[in-house]
């Protein structure tokens, strides 16, 4: 299309593209400027409004050559031309418009260059002035774009912050990092979602020897003291004696007692926490203190070394008067304290630094060693610290005293004759030994009976060299005091009940539980002596033993068959056994077998012992 063929509006937007062009230093289409792109000293980037301008310019132009017919333009030169009408053609806009729709064209353009980049030839660098200016305007966009963004909970809350006086420009490297984009699904409202805040910016696992973290406290319906104890006391009156300002210091407590206090980070010299006021964004408040000197450390533990009793109270978390009254500053005085908070306001302390100095009270309060870490120990370093130093004292001490003196009594006092007081009067032996008491079963353990056996045992020996003077069973060999226990365990022969006790003892002395079966019979028999009858067989003299053959033939019994002190009767099932003791033991055994066993008791009469066995074939 030519340029007599074009209309206003087209007229206008081709002067907008011109005067855009002419803008960024690039020919315009159809410009027949060089190719090597604009000249040095070009104009710099036209505004909307210039662009705007010119556009209207360019239509009142077109307008005004649009005013002559198409048919006076095309007619020959023979041909008259027709009258011009004065008014407008109803296609034709009016300026007006057309610079208003010049100007749309040019903020549409701008914003779709603001989005994406245009590929154009590179420009040379704009005047110092201007290229300043603009990077001005850029950084400040991108400071408000993340002004009002609450902090990551993995900001370092124990880092030293100076007072923020004035808002400094931030450079382009250093400007905040605006949030990224949310990845959730596309709200239908068009109301923006509410700013997500977290509920505490505390890193309490960042804590250490000297950084701890305690939690914020919990909101009080009715205000109360924040101080308990003396030294929580003079914490707080370091703060109120250098307020110049009580209102401040009341809001501070009500802003206390609301639980408007996260959680507070100590570190030696410092005390941080948010405060949240009357905006969004908390405000970072801290607390400094002056940190002890190696010296004053070094007078403040060798004064609680010589005092055991102020170690003690420090264990029990107690500060100690005679421990902060030594000349070492340790508790704050006036002016001690320094506030600094992130608030526009000026007061010293403003509300917030009242609010964290009195929750500060409250830590106080509850461990005292929160107070030596602000001075710059942590308590695992001091009660160490302390307990070496103690431990030296002591041994350093000791060796001063040298070894004390050994109370003795001169040899002469002690090898002086003494007269020596009589003896008391015997008391009464008892009838006879008491009950042992009663002795309870364990698992693993030993056996209850077997225990009350051996005590009553133990007491009825005790009682008879008590009474008599001697022990009845001290002379028994190991073997004989076996088989003595065994006999006074109630029942016989070798039972279910007896068998654990019979093995017990056999294995004790190197016997088998049938060779003590036989002997307890023995022993029941006729005691120590029975046993001697069962065991060691003897020669008896002339005399007693030959009278027994005969008396047996007078009660109609066969003739016994003698050897040294037996008597055996021919069918090898009954037994006559003459002890040292001038008795006779009765002995039985299977017929043919050689196993003999003591029956009955002993008599004097070698019919009588018999008679006592109750067997019919041995009469």
């Known amino acids: 299309m030519s340029a007599e063929e074009r209309t206003p509006a087209e007229e206008a937007r081709e002067a907008l593209r011109v005067a ?49 017919a198409p048919e006076e333009a095309d007619a020959g030169p023979d041909e008259p031309a027709a009258p011009a009408d004065p008014r407008p053609t109803p296609t034709s806009p009016r300026p007006g418009d057309a610079a208003r729709e010049a100007l749309r064209a040019a903020r549409r353009e701008a914003d779709r260059g603001e989005r994406r980049p245009r590929k154009t030839t590179p420009r040379p660098a704009p005047a110092e002035g201007h290229s300043a200016q603009a990077q001005a305007a850029r950084d400040m966009r991108n400071f408000l774009s993340t002004a009002f963004r609450m ?80 030294w929580g006391q003079a914490w707080v009156d370091a703060l109120e004696h250098t307020a110049l300002d009580v209102n401040r210091l009341a809001r501070g407590r009500g802003y206390a007692d609301a639980g408007n206090v996260d959680a507070i980070t100590v570190t030696p010299g410092l005390v941080l926490a948010y405060v949240r006021g009357s905006r969004p964004r908390p405000y970072r408040v801290q607390l400094r203190l002056r940190r002890l000197s190696d010296e004053d450390w070094e007078r403040l533990l060798e004064a609680a070394v010589d ?27 006036p002016g001690d304290l320094i506030p600094q908070c992130s608030c526009p306001d000026s007061g010293r302390p403003c509300k917030h630094a009242a609010a964290l100095c009195y929750q500060t009270a409250r830590l106080l309060d509850a461990d005292p060693f929160v107070l030596l870490l602000l001075r710059g120990r942590g308590e695992r370093e001091l ?24 109370p003795g009594v001169r040899a002469s006092e002690a090898l002086a004759g003494r007269p020596l007081p009589p003896l008391p009067a015997p008391l009464p032996a008892p009838a006879h030994p008491e009950a042992p008491p009663a002795y309870p079963a364990a698992p693993g353990g030993p056996d209850p009976f077997a225990l009350d056996q051996l005590a009553t045992d133990a007491a009825a020996r005790a009682h008879a060299l008590l009474t008599t003077g001697r022990d009845p069973v001290g002379g028994l060999t190991l073997w004989q005091d076996a088989v003595r226990l065994a006999a006074a365990r109630p029942g016989s022969g070798l039972t279910a009940a007896t068998r654990s006790l019979y093995a017990t003892l056999a294995a004790a002395v190197d016997r088998t539980p049938a060779e003590l079966a036989r002997a307890v019979a023995a022993w029941r028999q006729g005691g ?23 008396l047996l033939l007078a009660a109609d019994l066969p003739a016994f068959r003698p050897w040294r002190n037996h008597l055996t009767h021919p069918a090898g099932h009954a037994q006559l056994r003459l002890g040292q003791d001038g008795l006779w033991y009765a002995y039985e055994s299977e017929p043919g077998h050689d196993d003999w066993w003591p029956r009955g008791a002993p008599d004097l009469d070698p019919v009588s012992a018999l008679t006592t066995l109750d067997i019919p074939d041995a009469l």
């Open 151 to 230: 902090p990551d909970l993995a900001d370092d809350a124990g880092a030293e912050a100076q007072p923020r006086t004035a808002t400094p420009e931030p450079s382009a490297e250093h400007a905040p990092t605006p949030p990224a984009p949310s990845t959730t699904a596309t709200r239908t409202s068009d109301h923006p979602a509410p700013p997500h805040h977290p509920s505490s910016m505390a890193t309490p696992h960042r804590d250490s020897e000297l950084r701890r973290t305690f939690p914020p406290f919990a909101p009080r319906p009715e205000p109360q003291d924040f101080a308990t104890t003396w």
């Open 528 to 550: 120590l002596a029975g046993l001697t009858v069962l065991e060691e067989p003897w020669d008896p003299p002339a005399g007693r033993f030959d009278r027994a053959r005969p």
């Open 307 to 333: 005092s055991p009793a102020d170690i003690a109270a420090l264990l029990d978390k107690e500060l100690p008067h005679t421990l902060a009254d030594r000349g070492v500053p340790l508790l704050p005085g």
């Open 20 to 68: 855009r062009a002419g803008a960024s230093g690039e020919p315009a289409e159809g410009d027949s400027g060089s190719a090597d792109g604009p000249e040095r000293g070009a104009a710099p980037e036209a505004r909307p409004g210039e662009v705007a301008r010119a556009a209207l310019r360019a239509a009142v132009a077109a307008r005004r050559e649009g005013e002559v």
């Open 383 to 406: 009660l160490d610290t302390l307990s070496r130093r103690s431990a030296a004292s002591a041994a350093r001490a000791a060796r001063e005293r040298g070894p004390a003196a050994l």
